[in-house]
């Protein structure tokens, strides 16, 4: 039976007659010497069996093994009646802050606001925006702490945008009179930061990170609306 022979040299393939087993010659390509390999010291690769599915069989020789199934976590339910009703009590909290607090208690409803509702819109965001295909998600205790830190800088971004609204706008700040391209110079200063915070709190790409900041930004300005403040600080009448 035939030998199936590689040259070392060329990588020419060909066969050779078993009476020349562990004899030397030349490859009939490039000259080079060639031990030709016994019968035994044959590899022989076999097709798989069973469609392409090795592994164990039953006792008709049907392959026992199943597919893993992939788990899908997009979308928990649990999780989604608790962030709803989260987002329906900070609804009703901000309609009360309207009728009943003063202009300056509102502010400081304003910042626990946007303290409180960072790590559980930092859950959510990431809920829906995190990448399974590339990374394993994060879960239990070390989710808990990321949804905190990235909560916490999510606030900071608001602070931020105060912060420079004052020290660069200084009254027109004060008395919401900052033009359009002014409150997005701050709004962009703010999105940079939440930016960075989904990216080195849950490794999202710079584009999710963005739009996980957009989702906690956009319900800070809805319950701002809600309590009948403006939108933006420093924008439509202080």
Known sequence: MPIQVTC???????TVGDQHA???????KCKGQITIPSKEDEVVIHAPEFGGEAGAVDSK??????????????F??????????????ALGIAFL????????????????GAILLGPPLA?????????????????????????????AAFA???????????????DDYSDGKLEIFEVGILCA???????????VSFDLEPLNGFFHFVLYFAVCVLLRAIMGVPLLPGFGGG
């Open 8 to 14: 070392p040299g060329c990588l020419t393939k060909f």
């Open 22 to 28: 562990g004899k030397t010659g030349a490859c009939p």
């Open 61 to 74: 020789g049907r392959s026992t093994l199943k597919p893993i199934a992939r788990k899908e976590a997009k």
């Open 76 to 89: 928990q339910l649990n999780s989604a009646l608790i962030i709803g009703g989260v987002a329906l009590l």
């Open 97 to 112: 802050c309207r009728v009943s607090l003063t202009e300056d208690q509102q502010t400081y409803a304003l910042l626990a």
């Open 123 to 151: 859950y959510s965001g990431y809920s829906f925006l995190r990448d399974d295909e590339e990374l394993e998600p994060y879960a239990g205790g070390e989710l808990i702490i990321r949804c905190l830190a990235c909560g």
């Open 156 to 170: 900071l971004a608001w602070a931020a945008y105060w912060y420079l609204g004052y020290q660069v706008f200084g």
């Open 189 to 199: 200063v703010a999105a940079g930061i939440g930016t960075f915070a989904s990216f």
